[in-house]
DNA sequence: GTTGACCTTCCATCAACCGGAAGCCTTAAC
DNA sequence: GTTAAGGCTTCCGGTTGATGGAAGGTCAAC
């Protein structure tokens, strides 16, 4: 099948699927014309792709839960170490975004937000606010 | 001032500063022999943008923040619409990092992680998982 | 005078694509 | 018969916010 069609159903945008050929993550076949045409086979590893990038598993890290995915001698620690690590990750984000929201918060709630200049989030930006 | 102390007293590295300067941030005077010359008050913008940059502001963000610094007649509002517009990014990105998490973790909390092949968080990217 | 630290500019690279240009292929309509 | 539309191809530049390196100029100390 043509590129348009592995898009849909991989819910992959075609310059996304050709990027990861690109990239050594599939190599579909070729029809006479030039034309990429794709498996069912390739379609699945597409999906296994989207799937993968969405839950924020980086394009490396997708290469290698694929390469464990077609490992019938894997062992599932393999994969749990990744996704272990993918966790740790987010939650060392989160951590962070919580901890700025909390900063920004503050700020936000103290300036009055109206036509005078008088803003302590300026004056935190500058230097001489209040927080720490 | 050399940029290698400045750099020392905002506490961006030397390449930053550079970069900023390409983009139109600030813009040291020079010596005789070429070197940028930076002033007390380029210091104190340069403290300025890794504040803001620190708090999670684009540079194009805080370019604008900046100018309202500078800008004797700005008002309040503008200041806190830009930091709310942040705030709800924050939020935003959170929400979706917190969603990951509990996907993730329940996937890791399957799977046994030993020498075996078998493995949930595999089967899930592949498509036929329990989540969903 | 030479070593070493610092400075300069310019360029390449990173992630993970996105969008556009120029051109070929196929199909369907007129 | 041709022409228009839409899909495909490759290649290239841009995105964000820097970072690191090469090649070379400057300066102070020894």
Chains 1, 2 share one sequence.
Request: net charge negative.
């Amino acid at each position: 099948m043509n590129i348009g069609i592995a898009s849909e159903k991989s819910g992959l945008p075609s310059n996304t699927i050709r990027y990861y050929e690109d990239i050594g993550l599939l190599s579909p076949a070729r029809t006479d014309n030039g034309y990429r045409d794709y498996s069912m086979a390739d379609v699945h590893r597409l999906r296994f792709l989207q799937r993968s990038r969405s839950l924020g598993f980086s394009v490396d890290e997708c290469r290698e839960l694929l390469s464990l995915y077609h490992d019938k001698e894997r062992e599932s620690a393999d994969v749990k170490a990744i996704a272990q690590a993918r966790l740790i990750e987010i939650d060392r984000k989160i951590a962070e975004l919580v901890g700025l929201r909390g900063l920004l918060h503050h700020l936000v709630e103290h300036c009055h937000g109206d036509e005078r200049p008088d803003c302590p989030i300026i004056d935190e930006l500058a230097g001489d606010g209040m927080v720490q």
